[in-house]
């Protein structure tokens, strides 16, 4: 199957919930209506359950309990609102993949989020953006496995869809890999060209003669968080560090695992996505 194949199949490319393309659209306006927002979510009962349960989350740490969507709104903040929305719009397109574990999958997806804000903040790229790209950096090994499950089952037991060295057997095999058509579901869904940019060349910032420092950011992200899940020490860690995409950013080793070992995702917040 080719790219623009994969890419026109109606099964593997679902649509977007009409709820949450309008949620998205009226947060992305430079004067975001308050109001509307809370309409618009509180139509929506999932959405608004996972908002209640982050607001009441460990991360907010308050004595009282929030319990109504404006509440949660006051407390939380558009940018957050934003990345949830958002990943209620990608784990509601997709729900149980063959071939793929959807709680690793979504804990990996956070760690590689939360991993690009922090690193967006260090070289002053709008956090907000590189949390939201590191969201859904990886929706395109989804789209794989829905359009070509077969395929994607032999190519798994080589490579597992979380291996390092993923995209380049994918484009061994087709000639593309998901971050090829990460980039055409975001194009489909309308999301802003910085983030389908940061997806298309994140594997490779340097292709084409081309350095895009988000891509970068989710280069690093991707990799650390990748390594996680094959249980890097730190010698592997050090030895297969990508230190040319990050002396392009102004990252050293020490700044790119400062998050070790706090901070990775917990099982209570990939529960908020599935």
């Not at 194949?5 to 490319?13: I, K, N, V």
């Not at 940018?79 to 929305?85: K, T």
Request: aromatic share 6%; net charge negative; charged share 20%.
């Amino acid at each position: 199957m080719t790219l623009d194949d994969l890419l026109a199949s109606d099964t593997a490319l679902p649509s977007i919930p009409k709820i949450i393309a309008l949620l998205l659209n009226e947060l992305d306006r430079p004067e975001p209506d308050l109001r509307k927002i809370s309409q618009l979510i509180n139509t929506d009962p999932i959405l608004t359950t996972r908002l209640l349960q982050l607001a009441n989350s460990a991360q907010f740490q308050l004595s009282s309990q929030i319990s109504s969507v404006s509440e949660a709104l006051a407390l939380m903040g558009l940018d957050q609102v934003r990345s949830l929305a958002t990943a209620a719009a990608i784990a509601g397109a997709f729900r149980a993949i063959p071939g793929l574990d959807m709680n690793q999958f979504w804990r990996y997806s956070l760690n590689v989020a939360k991993l690009s804000r922090t690193l967006g903040g260090m070289v002053r790229q709008k956090q907000p953006v590189a949390f939201t790209a590191g969201l859904i950096h990886a929706t395109g090994e989804l789209v794989m496995h829905l359009g070509m499950p077969q395929k994607m089952a032999v190519l798994s037991q080589e490579v597992a869809p979380l291996g390092l060295k993923r995209a380049a057997a994918e484009r061994n095999l087709l000639g593309y890999c998901y971050a090829d058509v990460g980039a055409g579901f975001a194009r489909t869904w309308n999301f802003p060209q910085t983030i389908v940019d940061a997806l298309q060349h994140h594997c490779a910032p340097f292709e084409n003669g081309v350095y895009e420092p988000m891509a970068g950011i989710l280069h690093l992200a991707a990799w650390r968080a990748r390594a996680k899940e094959a249980n890097y020490d730190q010698h592997d860690l050090t030895h297969n560090f990508p230190d040319v995409v990050a002396l392009a950013l102004g990252i050293d080793i020490d700044m790119a695992l400062q998050q070790d070992p706090i901070d990775w995702t917990s099982r209570a917040e990939v529960a908020v996505l599935v």
